[in-house]
């Protein structure tokens, strides 16, 4: 097994231009981090010099580890491996990226949020970055996959390789573009050494119309009042203030955008509040199908890689379900399980009291057969298939004056499918889509049991 200094290398995260990331375990305790490893790319180590890229490099770590704060990701150690340096900061399995899917190709639709999870994850890093700025910190590099999602469902601000301390001279190559493309300001692609945090609430406002429409704000964008049913257009004027071209015309400062943002959330939930009002009684949740879909899902395990997945699935290529299910929930209470006569498969109501790694899922599943759980000992992981028929459309304003079927806390769900030889499926029961990750993941089991008879 590879190794850097004592960590041991589980796999790749990622590469960027300055350094590699791997998924690392740190001995004995077991304990998972991401490590970042000096590696510079060629181009960079022939324009900048070996030595100006490892002092790149350091100050990266240096500007994370001073900085205490909920939505930063903490710095856990620093060292060398053969003379390179390397830090460890917490490792996270989802970022926002993942969640809304986008690819490489960046310019592709991506999954909508709800209104109520966009705004609280623009609130988290809102508040993060305005710890940086009062550091004197420009991030540079606002954009999904740099917004690492924690098993609480909390946003931590990532990767400061491209940060910039107020006053402090670090020229780039020319020709050499600071930041991702769309999510960078305009003023940040002419000339970066001279942005403040406007570059930084830019980025912002990009992620915040990514998560409400599925798109990139480009020359003819639609407002996002066209494309969200939640969104009315008080959320358009505070989108195009974020992402107004020139600086000048945007929020001055990350409290600024903060402050609009509240009054706006609290307009929301006032809107919300009267939208339950008209609602006679607080029901369970029905939703009428969209179309009719065959009633018998697929229950043996199987392995399943990303481009055959649509097929086997019966998904888009975000990993949704292409149709709903007319599912006929009847919810036993005393025996903590809910019949889905629709397919005649009994569903765990709640589910693992803590999310588990894969193998540990299957531990679970075999307890509650010796349990006899529910009157049932024929429990078993789920398939995507049988995981996505409980899929329905994002909850907008109206879903939450009916009461859930099964326990929304439990978002991420393992499947019995899986994707290699060391990852497996999961469906995200909020969002409505299925992902893979590797067998150390934690994410929750929802166990099913055909009934009998």
């Known amino acids: 097994m590879k190794t850097v200094g004592k960590y041991e290398v589980c796999g790749l995260l990622g590469r960027g231009g300055m350094g590699v990331v791997y998924k690392a375990r740190l001995p004995v305790v077991n304990k998972m981090v991401a490590l970042k490893l000096l590696a510079p790319h060629p181009h960079l180590l022939h324009s900048l010099g070996r030595e100006e890229v490892e002092r790149r490099f350091i100050a990266e770590a240096v500007a994370m580890a001073a900085l205490r704060h909920p ?183 990350a409290e600024e955008m903060l402050g609009r943002l509240d009054v706006l959330s609290k307009a929301w939930e006032e809107k919300k509040r009267d939208i339950c009002r008209s609602f006679p009684e607080r029901s369970t949740q029905v939703i009428e199908p969209k179309q009719e879909m065959i009633a018998s899902l697929r229950a043996a395990p199987a392995k399943v890689g990303p481009r055959e997945a649509p097929e086997i699935f019966r998904c888009d290529s975000l990993y949704r379900p292409l149709h709903s299910l007319a599912n006929d929930f009847e919810i036993l209470e005393n025996k903590g399980i809910v019949l889905d006569r629709a397919t005649n498969l009994f569903w765990q109501k709640g589910g693992s009291p803590d999310p588990l790694e894969w193998e540990n899922a299957h531990d679970y599943v075999r307890n509650l057969n010796e349990e006899h759980f529910g009157g049932c000992s024929t429990w078993r992981l789920p398939t995507v298939n049988e995981l996505l028929s409980l899929i329905k459309p994002v909850a907008h304003g109206e879903d939450d004056c009916m009461e859930p079927v099964f326990d929304r806390s439990k978002k991420w769900l393992w499947s019995c499918d899986r994707r290699s030889f060391t990852a497996a499926w999961y469906v995200d029961g909020e969002l409505g889509f299925a992902g893979w990750g590797d067998f150390t993941c934690q994410y929750y089991v929802r166990a099913v049991c055909l009934r009998q008879g």
Not at 162 to 187: H, I, T
Not at 191 to 210: H, I, K, N, Q, S
Not at 219 to 238: G, I, N, R, T, Y
Request: charged share 30%; proline share 8%.
């Open 71 to 253: 939505h930063l990701l903490k710095v856990l150690d620093f060292d060398y491996d053969e003379g390179s340096p390397f830090f460890t900061m917490e490792y996270y399995y989802q970022n926002l990226g993942m969640l809304i899917g986008e690819s490489a190709r960046v310019e592709e639709p991506t999954r909508m949020l709800s209104l109520d999870k966009a705004i609280r994850y623009t609130r988290q890093i809102l508040l993060g970055l305005g710890r940086m700025h009062r550091a004197g910190m420009v991030h540079r590099d606002v954009k999904p996959y740099n917004l690492f999602i924690t098993d609480e469902d909390q946003v931590k601000i990532g990767d400061f390789g491209l940060s910039k301390l107020r006053g402090e001279d670090f020229r780039n190559p020319p020709n050499v573009m600071v930041g991702s493309p769309y999510y960078a300001a305009p003023e940040q692609e002419r000339d970066p050494e001279t942005v403040d945090g406007r570059a930084d609430l830019y980025g912002v406002g990009v992620v915040f119309y990514r998560m409400l429409t599925g798109r990139l704000p480009e020359a003819e964008m639609l407002p996002p009042s066209e494309c969200h049913p939640d969104v009315d257009p008080s959320w358009d004027d505070f989108v195009w203030k974020a992402i107004a071209p020139l600086r000048e015309n945007r929020f001055n400062r």
